[in-house]
């Protein structure tokens, strides 16, 4: 259905079993996933986390300011897309980290050219950085890179399969939506699956957003294939 996406993986999901850091493990089996949709052509670009080194909202405190602690929190997104596109060329699958902030001693920086060259090669491409900037999620650098890119559509991979009306790890009754509306998504306080400004950006560009769980063989494929899968935000 779609041949160029945008993939949102959390630093916890790469987390693995793990207390913390980068399981290889977890990794190559993600790698596994994607290797056959590589193949047939899609064109994949990785929006990376750091929640499993460091959250900018664990640093934040009277001594560290928060554009210091969301500064700790982008090079902890470095760390796991260099290791994870090291998995992923290790894998057979070639693939290039780009950054939003400046490390060019150990990573390229992303800009939209170059992006663009490495997927016109057949190249998986994985954004560090988030949009390099302090106060903004990369959820919301995913949706804005989603955009820059040109990709068809965000697929935001969670612990669960979509969007539900109340927490479904607390709540048995909780209720999955099939589709729901951008406004619906924003108005509701007990929807947390992204960030507000996320899903605000995606509103105002009509950008399409697929909430699936990760962790399941083949559902990227089914997220990227068909309408059978997870929870559709959008008009």
């Known amino acids: 259905m779609y041949k160029r996406i945008l993939l949102k993986l959390s630093g916890e999901q790469l987390q693995g079993n793990l207390d913390s850091g980068f399981d290889i493990e977890r990794a190559r089996w993600i790698a596994n996933e994607i ?18 080194y460091a959250r900018g909202s664990q640093f934040e405190s009277e001594q560290i300011q928060r554009v210091t602690a969301d500064n700790i929190g982008m090079l902890a997104t470095l760390m796991n897309a260099l290791a994870l596109s090291s998995v992923l060329n290790a894998e057979g699958i070639s693939s290039r980290a780009l950054s939003s902030i400046q490390a060019d001693q150990v990573v390229d920086q992303f800009t939209h050219r170059r992006a663009l060259s ?67 998504a924003l108005a509701n306080v007990d929807i947390n699956v992204m960030d507000k400004a996320a899903l605000g950006l995606a509103m105002e560009h009509k950008k399409p957003i697929r909430v699936f769980a990760l962790l399941k063989e083949g559902n990227i494929r089914l997220a990227i294939d068909t309408t059978d899968i997870g929870t559709l935000i959008g008009s």
């Open 35 to 52: 290797k056959p949709l590589q193949k047939e052509g899609k064109q994949i670009v990785i929006m990376i986390g750091g929640g499993n």
């Open 118 to 184: 490495h997927l016109d090669k057949g190249r998986v491409v994985i954004i560090a950085g988030g949009i390099g900037r302090p106060y903004l999620t990369t959820d919301t650098a995913a949706v804005s890179l989603a955009l820059e890119l040109d990709c068809e559509i965000v697929l935001k991979a969670t612990k669960v399969d979509g969007v539900f009306n109340k927490d479904p790890s607390k709540f048995s009754d909780a209720t999955k939506y099939d589709t729901i509306s951008y406004d619906e």
